[in-house]
């Protein structure tokens, strides 16, 4: 009884068994053919069809359609026959690839390995956010959430929540931006009080200018010596920038509590301290008997 042949294993196969599909012949069958001789015995050139190399390596049909579309196999033929000069053909699938990273382990880390979670750059994170710059160049403060820093740092959601809710990272955060935004406050007024002071003296040094250019003008006798109306101007125009005497400042005046009770005292001590008389008060009685 004739032995059967053995079924090949089904599914995909093992490293050691290596791929079922030779990339390299599939290719060059599929590109440049095979050469097949006839009855008369001559050489024909013949392409098999993707079914016959399916058949032939004893895998899936779908496998040889999936290489062929993926290589350009057909493209690169009709090329080939038209006597063009074939592209170069992509590095096989089954090339040697770089090894994927590392994937962390899951769980508790050891106490030799480094922690999972790196606090310093998550408590930065929520607490001052992250700088991030616009497309007109100006710049913003972005907070992530949780899921994003999770993400970010490989580690699970809960996590993070727990160590933002263990070290009031919310409440930090609230009050960083009020700091942030009293510093931001006294640095502008700084910068608004440097301008008024820089544009005060520019505009002291152009008077100054003006003053020592017309007393030139009044020793060399270009200028009238009976109209002194610019002259006046521009030393009041001094006094004024200078806050002196002819600034004519106003000052509001407003009540304060200090001065109402002050006030008050006076005079009840001068009403107890002056007769009815002085006051200008009139008894009733003598005002009924004059009147009877």
């Known amino acids: 009884m004739a032995q059967k042949k053995p079924l090949r294993k089904l599914g ?9 599909l030779p990339h390299d012949e599939v290719d060059r069958l599929l590109v440049e053919g095979e050469e097949v001789p006839t009855t008369r015995g001559r050489v024909k050139r013949q392409f ?11 895998v899936a049909h779908s496998a040889v359609a999936r290489y062929a579309q993926q290589h350009d196999c057909l493209g690169r033929r009709k090329r080939l ?20 990273p590392a994937k962390r382990k899951t769980g508790r880390p050891r106490k030799s390995e480094e922690p999972a979670l790196p606090r310093q750059e998550l408590d930065r994170a929520l607490v001052f ?8 160049g100006s710049t913003m403060t972005s907070y ?15 996590l993070v929540a727990s160590y933002a809710k263990e070290h009031n990272c919310l409440r930090r955060r609230e009050e960083a931006k009020t700091r942030i935004a009293t510093k ?4 502008l007024i700084e910068l608004r009080a440097n301008a008024i002071a820089v544009s005060k003296d520019d505009a ?20 009238r010596v009976d109209n002194p109306t610019d002259f006046n101007t521009m030393v009041r125009l001094k006094e004024f920038v200078m806050g002196g005497a002819d600034s004519r400042q ?5 009540f304060s509590l200090e001065g109402l009770q002050t006030r008050h005292a006076q005079a009840l001590r001068a009403a107890r301290e002056t007769t009815p008389a002085e006051r200008g008060e009139v008894v009733a009685e003598l005002m009924n008997s004059d009147e009877e």
Not at 92 to 98: D, K
Not at 250 to 254: F, R, V
Request: aromatic letters at 6%; hydrophobic letters at 35%.
């Open 81 to 100: 026959l038209a006597g063009q000069p074939p592209p170069e053909v992509e590095a096989s699938a089954e090339a040697p690839q770089a090894p994927p």
């Open 204 to 223: 002291l040094k152009m008077i100054d200018g003006y003053l020592l250019g017309f007393e030139e003008a009044l020793s060399e006798g270009r200028v």
């Open 250 to 254: 106003e000052l509001h005046a407003s």
């Open 184 to 187: 931001a406050d006294q640095k």
């Open 48 to 58: 098999p069809s993707l079914r016959e190399l399916a058949e032939r390596f004893g």
């Open 12 to 20: 995909r196969p093992t490293k050691a068994e290596g791929p079922r």
């Open 144 to 158: 992530a959430s949780y899921r994003e820093l999770a993400e970010r740092f490989g580690v699970a959601t809960s």
């Open 129 to 136: 956010g992250d700088v991030k710059t616009l497309p007109d």
